[in-house]
């Protein structure tokens, strides 16, 4: 099983961009598909974008398709996370998570693995 540490967030003004990192630990790293989430105050926590274990499937939330992009590095066992045009309402603690095979899925019940998250905050 691997284990997530997140990196990157921060306090970015709207139309900015900012890059989350996600470190995996653990040999097997190209064997999980890869998410990321986020969860505002007071909100359910949501899916944001998730990756196939070979990068080639990247699914979206409609929220920040054309905005945000995910991509791996298997070799650094790291997934990313580019957001740019950054708005408010993408407020939220940013989370990490794997789960264990090669396609990339969206419901959060799917992912088994999780980071502690990382605050991004975009003032207007």
């Known amino acids: 099983q691997v284990q997530l540490v997140e990196s990157g967030g921060g306090l970015v003004q709207a139309g900015g961009s900012l890059r989350l990192s996600c470190a995996a630990s653990?040999?097997?790293?190209?064997?999980?598909?890869m998410g990321w989430f986020r969860q505002a105050p007071g909100k359910e926590r949501e899916f944001v974008a998730a990756i196939s274990s070979s990068g080639g499937t990247t699914p979206y939330a409609d929220s920040v398709k054309g905005r945000f992009a995910i991509s791996r590095e298997n070799a650094k066992n790291t997934v990313y996370l580019q957001m740019n045009s950054l708005k408010p309402e993408d407020t939220a603690v940013y989370y990490c998570?794997?789960?264990?095979?090669?396609?990339?899925?969206?419901?959060?019940?799917?992912?088994?693995?999780w980071g502690r998250g990382t605050q991004v905050t975009v003032s207007s």
């Open positions: 653990g040999r097997t790293f190209s064997n999980y598909a």
């Open positions: 998570a794997a789960r264990r095979g090669i396609v990339a899925v969206t419901p959060v019940e799917t992912y088994d693995t």
